[in-house]
């Protein structure tokens, strides 16, 4: 009987030996991370972490401390780099932060640029009528400064001693036939400012008259009135002002990233708000050689016919540089490239939650979207949302600063 019941209690020792062994071994397996390797087909897992906070890390799965979330696992194969720079996220995290990509598309880029301008008066199109004699202001045709006159149009009679002796010197020299005497009274005159037709209408009359008429030497519009009837002149006083509004500027405020491309004779279309539904064309005439060092912006002037007087000094214009025209181009969304003040770059998406940062040269921007001149090609995918995710595993790595360059695991 004895020898029986210590025959049971052998069996009984070597299987809770034999138990304990298995249940250590089957712990070992679930947790490799403890010192034994997993087994073959299981991914080891290094730690968890939060991806929020990437630089805390957790012995055991759970519940983030910091967000309303569950901590993700750090595997032993991702912190090996497949690729230089490549950055590898678990596939659940890329899916819940809502990483979004796009494609890098090979597209037809518009060459407009729109800016904001106004309408000023053309400075070649102004003209000044001054009196080159002293006198009084006798009789003013036109006496209201914006009134519209034509060319040839009578503006004010003078009566001026000078002009008026000038004159029977003339007329003297021309009943006396001294042709001497004659021409230099003639060169008197027009120095005086009388017109060659006023020259001719006095030797076939041969009496000098007492008011000299002024006559508006171009169209346009009474800019100043500088005199008024019965007023004293002296030499070099302006009686009139005129502006010829039939062409006007269109001074542009442009970028001066984008001024650069502006030349001469470029086709410019500009939009004014009081003639809504009219484009008026014309060219660029002149790019102002100096930056506004409060806006970074570079003036550009347009040259623009206006017969109907429809654009006036001072309206605000919508200016359009280089309509019509386009390219080819490499485009991505803007927000998908990340500026760091010294390099742009994107990320680019490789599939399996692996990517890798990208050095790029951008071109221009329109309408939300970036030129790539280099760095990506037509079709591969790049971050559009979600950046911030990608950027703290790339700083946690150190993968971002070395942007590009090859690494070996555990560097």
């Not at 979004?100 to 090979?106: F, G, L, M, S, Y």
């Not at 502006?262 to 100096?290: H, I, K, S």
């Not at 939300?368 to 971050?383: C, K, P, S, Y």
């Amino acid at each position: 009987m004895k020898k029986l019941l210590l025959a049971v209690a052998v069996v009984v020792v070597v299987g809770v030996a034999a138990g304990l062994w298995f249940a250590r071994d089957s712990m070992q397996a679930m947790n490799p991370a403890e010192g034994e390797p997993a087994a073959a087909g299981e991914r080891e897992i290094l730690y968890w972490y939060d991806p929020m906070r990437p630089d805390q890390r957790f012995d055991q799965p759970g519940k983030s401390p910091f967000m309303d979330m569950a901590l993700v696992p750090k595997y032993a194969d991702q912190d090996g780099v497949a690729g230089a720079g490549v950055i590898t996220i678990d596939p659940r995290v890329v899916q819940n932060f809502g990483i979004r990509t796009v494609p890098v598309e090979r597209a037809t880029m518009s060459q407009e640029l729109r800016a904001a301008g106004s309408v000023m008066v053309d400075e070649n199109r102004i003209e000044s009528v001054q009196a080159r004699s002293a006198g009084w202001v006798e009789r003013l045709h036109v006496q209201a400064l914006n009134d519209p006159v034509r060319k040839g149009q009578l503006l004010a009679e003078i009566y001026s001693p000078e002009m008026f002796s000038a004159q029977q010197e003339f007329v003297l020299a021309q009943k006396a036939g001294d042709a001497a005497l004659s021409g230099g009274a003639r060169q008197r005159l027009r120095l005086l400012g009388i017109s060659e037709a006023q020259l001719a209408q006095l030797e076939k009359s041969g009496e000098a008259q007492r008011r000299v008429s002024y006559y508006a030497p171009r169209t346009g519009i009474v800019a100043e009135l500088g005199v008024r009837e019965g007023a004293q002149l002296s030499p070099g006083m302006s009686l009139y002002t005129l502006i010829d509004l039939s062409r006007v500027w269109v001074v542009a405020e442009v970028p001066e990233a984008l001024a650069a491309g502006l030349a001469r004779g470029a086709a410019v279309d500009a939009r004014v708000p009081g003639v809504p539904d009219r484009r008026f064309a014309g060219t660029v005439d002149y790019v102002y050689p100096e930056v506004n060092p409060a806006t970074r912006t570079v003036r550009v002037r347009a040259v623009l016919d206006n017969p109907k007087l429809e654009l006036k000094p001072g309206m605000f214009a919508e200016v359009i540089l280089g309509h019509g025209s386009s390219r080819e181009a490499l485009l991505v969304p803007s927000e998908a490239v990340i500026r760091t003040g010294t390099r742009a770059t994107v990320i680019v998406a490789e599939g399996e939650g692996r990517f890798r940062p990208v050095t790029v040269s951008l071109g221009s921007e329109r309408d939300g979207r970036t030129e790539i001149l280099d760095g990506l090609e037509a079709g591969q995918q790049v971050v559009s949302s979600g950046q911030f995710l990608i950027d703290s595993e790339a700083n946690l790595r150190g993968a971002y600063n070395r942007m590009g360059s090859a690494a070996e695991a555990g560097q």
